[in-house]
């Protein structure tokens, strides 16, 4: 099936076998990242610009590392340092990196909506690495790709995630991902930050901790996001992490082959006990990896780059 989107924005928008094509591109750019030399020549010639105007650690060095092992040449914008700080809108720092001959944009953003807007100003593609409480796609699909890597198909398989869901962008593009790959999602947290309105995704929604749990084959735990919450939504963080935080007891209540998930950064003794995190239930640096072969899917397909033939030789 041809890849006919330009950009990504949501996988709101994208279709079952939308998200299985850019499944499918990623386990082969998987391959590539076990070769000695991690580099094939699918988009040479292009030049990728990565907007980041929110903090990120794993999102754009892996976006960074997508590019280059793509062999396109690849500029992280500083935010710190740039005209923005003088006042220069999104439109106009945009239109200006795509002046300057960019062919594709990732851009992080606090305000959601904004990679949308973007995609209608712009020529060039625009990749949405996080937008507000919105979306963030390439997460989506990581935690997906990595779920499949360890279940096979999610159909009927019971997904539970865990926390901040109300401010959370993965939750959300998380949602879209499993309810079309048919996957039974729970949500669960304190009714203050997990609001009945969200079955209207397609999840379950719940308060009872240990029903949700109960031979749960996926967790994913969600910090609390703090810089897009205006009020407090429970007491105290001890509160939070005594009622819903991740621990031995309350993983014993799991499927017991089940996998711990968690999209980072990670608040250690707050959402997740550390020996948890660590531990060997949990697939939370996977997911990081698999974030790279993800990433190169997407901007390989977005961008229209060289057919496989050309780069998925064992020499290429
Ligand atoms: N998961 C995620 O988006 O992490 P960063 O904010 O560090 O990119």
């Given at each position: 099936?041809?890849?006919?989107?330009k950009h990504?924005?949501?996988?709101?928008?994208?279709?079952?076998?939308?998200?299985?094509?850019?499944?499918?591109?990623?386990?082969?750019?998987?391959?590539?990242?076990?070769?000695?030399?991690?580099?094939?020549?699918?988009l040479?010639?292009k030049t990728i610009v990565n907007?980041?105007?929110?903090?990120?650690?794993?999102?754009?060095?892996?976006?960074?590392?997508?590019a280059?092992?793509?062999?396109a040449?690849v500029?992280?914008?500083?935010?710190?340092?740039?005209?923005?700080?003088?006042?220069?809108?999104?439109?106009?720092?945009?239109?200006?990196i795509q002046?300057?001959?960019a062919d594709m944009i990732v851009?992080?953003?606090?305000?959601?909506?904004?990679?949308?807007?973007?995609?209608?100003?712009l020529?060039i593609p625009v990749i949405?690495?996080?937008?507000?409480?919105?979306?963030?796609?390439?997460?989506?699909?990581?935690?997906?790709?990595?779920?499949?890597?360890?279940?096979?198909?999610?159909?009927?398989?019971?997904?539970?995630?865990?926390?901040?869901?109300?401010?959370?962008?993965?939750?959300?593009?998380?949602?879209?991902?499993?309810?079309?790959?048919?996957?039974?999602?729970?949500?669960?947290?304190?009714?203050?930050?997990?609001?009945?309105?969200?079955?209207?995704?397609?999840?379950?929604?719940?308060?009872?901790?240990?029903?949700?749990?109960?031979?749960?084959?996926?967790?994913?735990?969600?910090?609390?996001?703090?810089?897009?919450?205006?009020?407090?939504?429970?007491?105290?963080?001890?509160?939070?992490?005594?009622?819903?935080?991740?621990?031995?007891?309350?993983?014993?209540?799991?499927?017991?082959?089940?996998?711990?998930?968690?999209?980072?950064?990670?608040?250690?003794?707050?959402?997740?006990?550390?020996?948890?995190?660590?531990?060997?239930?949990?697939?939370?640096?996977?997911?990081?990896?698999?974030?790279?072969?993800?990433?190169?899917?997407v901007l390989?397909?977005c961008a229209g780059?060289?057919?496989?033939?050309?780069?998925?030789?064992?020499?290429?």
């Amino acid at each position: 099936m041809p890849w006919t989107r330009k950009h990504l924005l949501t996988l709101e928008e994208l279709s079952l076998a939308e998200i299985q094509q850019i499944h499918r591109t990623a386990a082969a750019f998987k391959k590539v990242l076990g070769r000695t030399v991690k580099k094939v020549p699918a988009l040479r010639g292009k030049t990728i610009v990565n907007l980041f105007l929110e903090p990120s650690t794993r999102t754009r060095l892996s976006f960074d590392m997508a590019a280059k092992f793509l062999s396109a040449e690849v500029i992280s914008f500083d935010a710190a340092s740039s005209s923005t700080t003088k006042g220069e809108t999104l439109r106009d720092t945009a239109q200006n990196i795509q002046a300057l001959k960019a062919d594709m944009i990732v851009l992080r953003h606090a305000c959601s909506g904004s990679p949308l807007y973007l995609s209608r100003v712009l020529d060039i593609p625009v990749i949405n690495a996080g937008d507000g409480a919105h979306e963030h796609p390439t997460q989506g699909l990581l935690d997906t790709f990595t779920m499949v890597e360890h279940l096979g198909s999610l159909k009927g398989r019971k997904v539970v995630i865990l926390g901040d869901i109300l401010f959370s962008r993965v939750a959300r593009s998380n949602v879209h991902a499993l309810v079309k790959m048919g996957a039974a999602v729970t949500l669960v947290g304190p009714s203050t930050l997990v609001p009945e309105w969200l079955t209207d995704l397609g999840a379950k929604v719940s308060h009872d901790l240990r029903g949700a749990l109960a031979d749960a084959e996926v967790v994913m735990l969600l910090r609390i996001q703090h810089e897009r919450q205006g009020s407090s939504h429970f007491p105290s963080l001890g509160e939070y992490t005594s009622m819903f935080g991740l621990n031995k007891t309350r993983a014993s209540w799991l499927n017991p082959k089940a996998i711990i998930m968690h999209p980072g950064p990670i608040n250690r003794g707050v959402e997740i006990d550390s020996d948890l995190a660590d531990g060997e239930h949990s697939v939370i640096l996977e997911q990081v990896t698999n974030g790279i072969a993800v990433r190169m899917a997407v901007l390989y397909l977005c961008a229209g780059g060289a057919p496989e033939s050309v780069w998925s030789g064992d020499n290429a």
